[in-house]
């Protein structure tokens, strides 16, 4: 965001964003972060901010593209 506008905050206001993935790097970014992680949560967006959840959310994506989702208990499953 300290690059200048647009920036991604802009975007989420415009509707342009639906979900954001936002790795944090270090102290240097951390009011970057901190702006687009509210608003985002203000506007209804989803925000992962590990790699490992970004990884779960793309397998879970994938997933969905492949077809419908059953949905089993898990006292079923065992």
Known sequence: MH???PHIVDLMENGEVQLVINTPLGRQTEYDEKA????A???GIPVITTVAGAIAAVSGMEAL???ALDVTA???AL
């Open 36 to 39: 687009i992680r509210e608003r």
């Open 65 to 67: 593209r492949r077809g």
């Open 3 to 5: 690059e200048g506008r």
């Open 74 to 76: 898990l006292q079923e």
């Open 41 to 43: 949560v203000a506007l």
